[in-house]
Nanobody, 129 residues
């Protein structure tokens, strides 16, 4: 599966931004989708994940209540809506996909620790103070 993220850029603190991730190559609804980020000098970290049908989501504590992940299986696209952005949200954001393990529209918190199988190229998000 190929993943292409877009929508990054420069925004002021308190502002909003929406990232998109278009998938191609395989049946999109067979995959859990997620977003990760990597700030300069830091390791890549989990941001959020969504089950194949959108029924379950998981968020890092640092973004809970500010970021929202969603997906449109008809458009093979996942989204990350980011509100109330902070300078510490500055990072390269990566879209990722992992084959769903069961038919159930449910995910556990495993993607926080083990990552995903497929990765797109990142998109830079810079939040100025």
């Amino acid at each position: 599966v190929q993943l292409q993220a877009s929508g990054g850029g420069l925004v002021r603190a308190g502002g909003s931004m929406r990232l998109s991730c278009v998938s191609s190559g395989r049946t999109f609804s067979n995959y859990v989708m997620g977003w990760y980020r990597q700030a300069p000098g830091k390791m890549r970290e989990f941001v959020t994940a969504i089950s194949w049908g959108g029924g379950t989501t998981d968020y890092a504590d640092s973004v809970k209540g500010r970021f929202t992940i969603s997906r449109d299986n008809a458009k093979n696209t996942a989204y990350l809506q980011m509100n109330s952005l902070k300078p510490e949200d500055t990072a390269v954001y990566y879209c990722a996909a992992d084959p769903r393990e069961t038919p159930d529209d449910h995910i556990t918190d495993r993607y926080r620790y083990y990552g995903m199988e497929y990765w797109g190229k990142g998109t830079q998000v810079t939040v100025s103070s």
